[in-house]
Structure formats: C-alpha cells, structure tokens
C-alpha cells in the first residue's frame, strides 16, 4: 500500500523549459514535504522542502508547491539545466513515522 | 559534501555470510537512520537512532539485522546470514530534527 506516489516513472524536458514532477500522497496527516535528487551510486541529496502550513516555498531554480486539499506536491525547476538529469524522490514527514517515507521516484532528463 | 560517510562503498558477499556497515556522521546529530534502496524503489526507512539509543525499527527489519550507536557518534549496520533478497544499497541519514535528512552515499551489497 503506496502511502507516496510519484506517478511517472520517467519526464523527457528540453534545456531551458519548465520541468514539473508530480507527487500525491494518501495520509493527511504527514505534515512536512520534502524533495531529493538522485544520481547512479550515489546517495540522495536534498533539494528543498515545505511545510504544511505553507503551499509555497522557492529556492533558486526550485519551487515547491503543496496542496493539502488535492494531497498533492509538485517540484518546479525552471529554466531547466543538464546537470538536473537525475531521479527525483518525493518524501514526506509526519503520519506518526519518525523516518521518511519516499515514492519511487521520477528519472528526470534534460534534452539539449 | 553531506557530512555523512559510508564504509564500505561496495560490497559483494556470499549467501549465508555475516557482513557489517558502518556510517560515520562528521559532526553531532542527534537523529541517524538507517534506509535500504532497491531497483526501481525510493529508500525505505529502517531504524532510527536519537544518540545512542534506537527508538524505532521497521518491520524491513528482520531478526537477522541489528544496528548500534555506541555513544551516539558512528553506527553500524550488521546482516546476519545473508540472503539474495538483501542485495540493496543501504544509507544512512542524519538530521537535527524530524525534518530534512542528510544522506552519505550508501553502501552497495550485492549477495551472490
């Protein structure tokens, strides 16, 4: 039972276009949001993240957006850059876990 | 550099054998976990530790796993009687709090 889901296993973008990576999760009572990057044989890298008590947070190029209605988060990377190809983890907080909770990740590819 | 090292980085074992982790944070953080990734998955939370004392344990878990903090600085990971289905990399996190974590680059374990 996926209490995070990131429904596309893979998101093709051209350089310099928005890329936008989607992730819902079922139990409202997570309450911290969180997004990680991932290259091959590496461990995740954290990117940004949002509380609850927020439906934005911005850093840079990312921007994090919640909607607790829809139980929903998406990652914004504009423009986007070669160096963001990699795998994007949603990971949420809270729901009475001490750890993280991840979907299964989106393999992002930036086209030149 | 997330200020979290792994040992060893890759680490190919027989079925049956005992192996050991270990995961060395540079500095002071009260929280350490512990998570397993495989193929095609997000990491998926293990144990956690609050310094030395470990307060929570997934039910991933099994008997055949046991994790320590000495004096809440390193821990270690050992797998006891290894089995195929535990071939995964293994990474371990530290955080302040219950929020972001930070990730070292995982230990790879291949059980042939």
């Known amino acids: 039972d996926q209490q995070v889901k990131q429904n596309s296993p893979s998101l093709s973008v051209q350089e310099g276009r928005i890329s936008i990576l989607n992730c819902d999760y079922t139990n409202s009572m997570f309450d911290y949001f969180l997004w990680y990057k991932k290259y091959p044989a590496e461990g995740p890298t954290f990117l940004i993240s949002i509380s609850s008590i927020k439906d934005k947070n911005e850093d840079g190029r990312f921007t994090v957006f919640l909607n607790k209605s829809a139980k929903h988060l998406s990652l914004h990377i504009v423009p986007s850059q070669p160096g963001d190809s990699a795998v994007y983890f949603c990971a949420v907080a809270g729901g009475g876990a001490d750890g993280l909770t991840f979907g299964k990740g989106t393999h992002l590819i930036i086209q030149p | 550099d997330t200020g979290v090292s792994q040992d060893p980085r890759h680490k190919i074992t027989k079925r049956g054998q005992n192996v050991t982790f270990r995961c060395d944070p540079i500095?002071?953080?009260?929280?350490l976990y512990w998570y397993r990734q495989t193929l095609g998955q997000g990491p998926e939370f293990l144990t956690y530790f609050q310094n030395e004392a470990q307060l929570e344990k997934s039910r991933l878990l099994s008997d055949r796993f046991s994790a320590e903090r000495p004096k809440g600085s390193f821990s270690t990971l050992e797998i006891q009687r290894t089995e195929q289905g535990d071939s995964a990399m293994y990474l371990c996190?530290?955080?302040?709090?219950?929020?972001?974590?930070?990730f070292g680059q995982g230990t790879r374990l291949t059980v042939v």
């Open positions: 996190a530290i955080s302040f709090g219950r929020s972001e974590a930070f």
């Open positions: 500095s002071e953080h009260n929280r």
